[in-house]
């Protein structure tokens, strides 16, 4: 099976000023193509740091994948860099050359010198188009006698046969749309040539209300396979375990792992509550739907975060009715109808406040549901009695004696204002879910 590894170019990824969602596509896409990647590398716009990684890269994988570095500006070097380690001219390609003027003209913008620049290539390498814009890559199809002839030790001798390059370097510009194209158009398709290794089906089953270690201690059977393979990984109060399959086509390796995550889904009931995309606010904007309820909110120190997030979903019109942020004590009691005596005895932070808020949200709105929290999200205004990150919340039903429920979430003051704001979310989105999903979980 062929190896690749990532390169991906840039000080200002390095300096955290621009989030690097190359190497996860190239990464996801190598898998698909049944490509192992073992390595994804960042280096910053020095011409002997970059020299260095190709070097290291081409030591130890059959692909080497770069993305940045192929503007007009002094500090786009990677064309440069990867000629100086073969030691290679730049020829000038008069058609890339053309296309880049006309490309140019076409947007009636003014081609600079330097833009002169991305139509150089190394002596030997072939152009890989670039669809959507100026900057195209190239393709360098090297044997092993080039590799010894710039002094590169591989610490790799890959069992391809002979008719693959013995090393390939693929190189593309850091704009996400352009490398997107350029992959899907050409990349993609020469690597499934030359590389044909079946491919990886895979899901990310997500969890809420079970922690990552006891998440793996209850899969534990199941961590140690070797095709299909199970992962557990920890996100934002949740857990996901990955189910992946490798086989020739993507139906044969679903089909191989669908053993496991049917178990999986029948073992882990309503703690499991998507998979892949699905985000908590989705799935509860679904079953909202589905069942035909309407929910509205009252929010004191989500800020509206909770209305944020459902919003975020289309359609939401069908399943949200009214959102109310009722910061203050006065809010609490003129929009909701809190009794005062409720904040003067208990305050605003108890469960008393926040069941007050529900009931009084439900009945000014008519919805199905009312759903409130109220806390302190800090990193000031708590007590030895209320710290921050001790939060209410609380759902009400419509109906005969009024379903209500109410949770106590003591968060710590080891988390930061915004991620008490969001764990709190996730929960009471939680809480919404369970209740049309399986209510009797809401009384553990």
Known sequence: ????????????????????????????????????????????????RIKECVRQALGRADIVITSGGLGPTADDLTTECLAGVFNAPMDMDEEVLAFIRELFASRNIKMTESNRKQALRPRGADILPNPVGSA??????????????AGIESSYVSALGRDNPYRVILTFPGVPSELKAMWTETAAPYLARYYPAGTIWSTELKHIGIGESALAEKYAHLLDLPNPTVAPYAGRWECRLRVAAKAASQEEARLLAQPVVDEIRQGSGVTLYGEDDDTLEAVVG????????????AESCTGGLITERLTDMPGSSRFLNCAVVAYSNASKVELLGVDAEVLNKYGAVSEEAALAMAQGMLKLSGSDLALSVTGIAGPEGGTEEKPVGLVYVALCAKGAGVEHYTRKLSLGNRVNRSEVRWRTANQALNMVRLYLLEPAALKV
């Not at 190896?3 to 190598?30: P, Y």
């Not at 698909?32 to 716009?45: E, K, M, S, T």
């Not at 195209?136 to 002839?149: M, N, S, Y």
């Open 286 to 297: 679904r079953l909202l739907t589905g069942h035909g309820k309407t929910l509205s909110l």
């Open 136 to 149: 195209p890559g190239i393709v360098w199809q090297l044997q092993k006698a080039d590799l010894d002839g």
């Open 1 to 48: 099976m062929a190896r690749a590894e990532v390169l991906c170019i840039g000080t200002e990824l390095l300096l955290g000023d621009v989030l690097d969602t190359n190497s996860q596509f190239l990464a996801r896409e190598l898998a698909l193509l049944g490509i192992d990647c073992f390595y994804r590398v960042v280096v910053g716009d020095n011409p002997e």
